[in-house]
């Protein structure tokens, strides 16, 4: 069974504004019948100030297709037009307290209902880009038309590559022989041939050649050639914390895109105690996040330095 | 009120009196079968009893055809791979579109290593067409693998005849009961069935036992290598307890076979014809003629399966679909693709398999409670008018995603 929120159940059993709305002037319908789950969100919208009067949802679909579509609803009413498409399926799906990762796909259905639905307010013809493969990796929700995307467009050839490039086999690697099958095929098509990692210690080895970033952020300062000359004793205690600081503060953009920060909590040595914040915590990437933070500052620094959860360090 | 269980065929209860002889096994009951001390003997003794017992459900003629395994997937697996590799020159396996993953995955597996499959089909009533099998029955098919029961709509396949015409063409030929063994007597003495699977937790054993029975004679190679249990077809210490359980459910499955297919038939019979009487636009799936006693697939049209699966569950009723949503796969369930049935009712489909357990109370409180849900879901479904489906409802609502 699916470990559904309080508030999709809620929202399930007592769908809010199911059916459609009389007098509707926006409609959207999208969906897929082949996976089960469409919707149909019909918009009163008021013309002089373009504000949602009104939204009703009709939904063929699971439990958490429902929930969504009640949502979305609740969410655009008395929002104008432009307000309303702002949000996004994170939205969507922090709204109902969090999907599972296989029903993610629901939120995003209702996103790209309510943007078919202003399109057909506004006479504009709206086309998806939606496209949708079957779930490869369950930690991070990828999907296989993804990983097939980034492993062509990028030239991908292992699997730490397309974990590095997709999240794709972060997490609990169950997947790995799903994508070591995607790269045999895409390789293939390309005219290479796919090459296990070997096992064990020796798999460092081959992806020394190629460092791809996890967190793709540029960090001003950040030359790693340069760096080593300046590190080691040559920098004050807060220097260094300066240079942290500099550091988290690049990569700042990226983790707020996502609702999230990171503040410096302390640092010891080469261990740097790090809060992750808003929608970091708690998130099923922090251990990524993390990662990735822990291979800017080894770069910026010219030094190796870990990275902590402020959470794990020893009572003063 | 209790809760009400009708998926029979995803598990089924343990019977009290099956868990009461298993207890012994956990204390003083301990010992290794394969020791020559006494606390292994005993141990031994019981063993051989349950696998008497097995044998007897199975009508198998000898005792050492039974080989305990650790789950029906186990024994589906060991039967084909040990036929390919006993015919290593044959490429070829004969399989049904309609299969259970524990057959169908491993025969795409091995599709990728450069085996051939062919999948039998099926007409939009689940059944197989034996012209297109007898055409394919050549001297390159190493084995042939069809179930006896479908787990989803219940129907049944001729395997007793397809199993003598693979024999009669020198194909060895397995075939997964573990939905019809206890449901469908069975004397596999009589036929030409070289390799069957079974598991223990569909017939009120615990999960975590199986078998495969392998015809005397049948040429095998096991799939665990290692000690010399189950005569070195199945290394691997045996599973005493639950093996003790398989054997008793065995005998209680005997007992209660006319029960099955008489009172556990009407109350199926009785909860399809309540269900259809009060819910429009729903339609039994498979063959419906032909299937087992205690298995029931209705599709209802213009709804999704896991929302009427929520809703039933929050009244205490446990049932399960074959729509795309409750496996997270992105089609519904193969076999009502296989049958043809359109994606508008496919994702609608429930499975409610009943049991021994079940009461013909149960049934009418599931009768009185299923069409209010159906009729709640679909006041949200964008097919669904004030009183019936819209017009024309693929044209009418016709969301396409690139």
Same mark, same amino acid.
């Given at each position: 069974m699916w470990d559904y929120s309080e508030k999709v159940k809620e929202h399930f059993y007592?769908?809010?504004?199911?059916g459609a709305v009389a007098d509707a002037n926006g409609v959207g319908d999208v969906g897929s019948i082949s996976c089960g789950d469409a919707l149909r969100l019909t918009l009163k919208v008021?013309?002089?100030?373009?504000?949602?009067l009104d939204a009703g949802f009709q939904t063929f679909g699971c439990g958490s297709a429902i929930a969504s579509s009640s949502a979305l609803t609740e969410m655009v009413k008395g929002k104008t037009l432009d307000e309303a498409l702002q949000i996004s399926n994170q939205d969507i799906a922090d709204f109902l307290d969090g999907l599972p990762p296989e029903k993610m796909h629901c939120s995003v259905m209702g996103r790209e209902a309510l943007q078919a639905a202003v399109a057909n307010y506004r006479g504009e013809e709206w086309s998806d880009d939606h496209e949708e493969g079957a779930l490869v990796c369950k930690c991070f929700a990828i999907d296989e038309v993804m990983v097939r995307d980034t492993i062509k467009a990028n030239n991908l050839s292992s699997v730490e590559e397309v974990t590095n490039y997709?999240?794709?086999?972060?997490?609990?690697?169950?997947?790995h022989e799903a994508i070591e099958n995607l790269l045999t095929e895409e390789m293939a098509a390309r005219g290479e041939t796919f090459v296990p990692a070997a096992s064990g210690?020796?798999?460092a080895k081959k992806v020394e050649k190629k460092k791809p970033d996890l967190v793709e952020i540029e960090v001003p300062g950040a030359v790693p050639a340069a760096a080593p000359a300046a590190a080691k004793g040559g920098l004050t205690l807060v220097q260094r914390i300066r240079k942290i600081e500099e550091v988290l503060e690049a990569m700042r953009p990226a983790l707020r895109a996502d609702n999230g920060d990171v503040e410096l909590v302390d640092v010891d040595g080469k261990t740097v105690y790090v809060n992750l914040v808003g929608?970091?915590?708690?998130?099923?990437m922090a251990a990524m996040t993390l990662g990735g933070i822990q291979q800017k500052l080894i770069e910026a620094m010219g030094e190796f330095i870990k990275v902590i959860p402020a959470s794990e360090r020893p009572a003063a | 009120m209790s809760d009400i269980y009708l998926d029979n065929n995803a598990t089924t209860m343990v019977d009290p009196a099956i868990v009461d002889a298993m207890l012994p096994f956990f204390t @003083?009951?301990? &010992?290794?079968?394969? #020791?020559?001390?006494s606390f292994g003997n005993k141990v031994g003794m019981a063993l051989k009893k349950a696998r008497g017992q097995v044998q007897k459900i199975l009508g %198998? @003629?000898?005792?050492?055809e039974i080989i305990f395994t650790s789950c029906g997937s186990e024994s589906d697996s060991t039967a084909i791979l040990s036929a390919l590799k006993a015919n290593p020159e044959r490429k070829e396996i004969i399989t049904t579109v309609v299969e259970h993953p524990a057959v169908l995955n491993l025969c795409e597996y091995l599709e990728t290593e450069g085996y051939i499959v062919h999948k039998l089909k099926v007409d939009?009533? &689940?059944?197989?067409?034996l012209d297109e099998y007898a055409k394919l029955l050549?001297?390159?098919? %190493?084995v042939v693998s069809v179930m006896w %029961?479908?787990?989803?709509?219940g129907t049944i396949f001729p395997v007793e005849k397809m199993a003598e015409m693979a024999d009669e063409a020198g194909i060895l030929f397995h075939t997964d009961a573990v939905q019809a063994v206890g449901k469908i007597p069975m004397?596999?003495?009589?036929? %030409?069935?070289?390799m069957l699977s079974l598991s223990g937790h569909k017939l009120h054993a615990p999960k975590g036992v199986g078998v495969l029975y392998l015809k005397r004679g049948t040429r095998f190679r096991p799939l665990l290598r290692g000690g010399h249990q189950e005569r070195g077809r199945r290394a691997g210490t045996e599973n005493a307890a639950s093996i003790v359980g398989l054997g008793l459910a065995c005998e209680q499955a005997m007992e209660h076979m006319e029960f099955e297919n008489v009172q556990v038939k009407a109350m199926r019979d009785r909860l399809q014809e309540g269900i259809l009487a009060a819910v429009p636009n729903a339609f039994p799936t498979g063959d419906v003629d032909n299937r087992l006693p205690n298995t029931l697939n209705i599709a209802f049209e213009y709804i999704e399966g896991e929302a009427i699966l929520l809703l039933m569950n929050k009244m205490g009723i446990a049932a399960s679909s074959g729509s795309a949503c409750t496996s997270g796969?992105? @089609?519904?369930?193969h076999v009502m693709k296989a049958m043809g049935i359109p994606y508008t009712a496919a994702h609608g489909t429930v499975r409610f398999s009943l049991s021994r357990y079940n009461t013909m109370d149960e049934v009418e409180r599931v009768i009185e409670a299923v069409p209010p849900i159906v009729a709640k879901l679909r006041k949200l #479904?964008?097919?669904? &008018?004030e009183n019936g489906p819209v017009e024309n409802p693929e044209q009418a609502f016709a969301p396409v995603y690139a």
């Open positions: 007592n769908p809010k504004n199911a008021e013309p002089e100030t373009e504000i949602i997709t999240k794709a086999g972060g997490g609990c690697s169950s997947c210690k020796k798999k929608a970091c915590s708690g998130c099923q | @003083e009951q301990f &010992g290794n079968p394969s #020791s020559l001390h %198998a @003629e000898h005792d050492s939009s009533k &689940g059944r197989l067409d050549t001297d390159e098919v %190493a %029961a479908n787990n989803e709509t004397n596999l003495q009589d036929t %030409a069935i070289h796969s992105l @089609e519904p369930s #479904s964008p097919y669904w &008018g």
